[in-house]
């Protein structure tokens, strides 16, 4: 399909979301090494040819102006599955997409945003506003008591070999023995992991009361952090998109924090050094 590889991927609309995941995605891309492709998606074969004119002028302005190779990918499809087409066949790193939050009408547009990234394979890095700075620094890990927590730690690898960041596990202090019991044991997992690999980390228990995605908001806003990292329901079902999953109110957090969301499989890491 293409003569690059792994690259990061951004769903584009022409909106100004999609800008700020672009200006996001040029960041990564300037540390990485990785090109960064735009994927737009069309309903009719008849649209592509008009998108790819209307895209050439951003795509010059954009290399002008970051100095990073840019590609474009249009396809004609739909945006649920046709973006994790793409993913696949490109072997994509990841992907970087903006969203809209969960105000007034836009909640739709937040449930469309879960439903992209739970078909994916590759973490999609979820964005709300511009890049406040390149550096990736503080980053919050909500910890719960799934066995799929230990997934993020690969990925938690991956961006503190581009940014040397430091993690916040953060918790809740669950009644239930047996919830208890198994997210102390993921801490003592990731600890293990994140020691091995010199990675700076601390860990921050959010008492016993509440819930986790929202604990996790509030400390990530006291923190100043850069990202969030959660991943997502196992087998999720329609009805977490039209209510709202618990990663829903993480994903369009009002604090407009990026988080990254890792789909809860075994995958391969895309090797960035």
Avoid: C
């Avoid at 406040?132 to 799934?146: G, L, T």
């Avoid at 969030?228 to 990663?247: P, R």
């Amino acid at each position: 399909m293409s003569d690059y590889k792994n690259p990061i991927i951004v769903p584009w609309d022409f909106s100004e979301k999609a800008e700020f995941a672009l200006e996001h995605a040029l960041n990564y891309s300037a540390i990485s090494g990785k090109d960064v492709a735009l994927v737009h998606i069309v309903k009719r074969s008849k649209d592509i040819e008009p998108a790819l004119k209307q895209l050439d002028e951003k795509i010059e302005e954009a290399k002008q102006k970051y100095g990073r190779p840019i590609h474009v990918i249009v396809k004609e499809g739909n945006i649920f599955s046709t973006i994790t087409d793409v993913i696949e066949e490109t072997d994509a790193s990841l992907a970087i997409m903006g969203t809209h939050g969960m105000k007034g009408m836009q909640k739709l547009t937040g449930s469309w945003a879960l439903k992209v990234i739970t078909g994916s394979k590759s973490p999609f890095i979820v964005v709300q506003d511009p890049p406040k700075e390149r550096d990736v620094s503080d980053i919050v890990v909500p910890v719960d008591f799934k066995q799929e927590n230990k997934e993020k730690l690969v990925w938690m690898n991956f961006i503190n070999t581009l940014f040397s960041s430091k993690f916040h596990l953060v918790y809740i202090d669950s009644q239930d023995k047996f919830a208890k019991k198994s997210i102390l044991s993921n801490i003592k997992v990731a600890v293990e992991y994140l020691e091995s690999k010199g990675i700076s980390y601390e860990i921050n228990k959010l008492g016993s009361k509440g819930n986790l995605p929202d604990k996790t908001i509030e400390f990530a806003k006291v923190t100043d952090a850069a990202m969030i990292i959660i991943m997502t329901t196992k087998n999720i079902g329609t009805l977490d998109y039209v209510m709202g999953a618990s990663e829903q109110t993480i994903i369009a957090n009002e604090a407009k924090i990026p988080v990254m969301t890792i789909n809860p499989r075994e995958g391969k890491l895309v090797n960035f050094t």
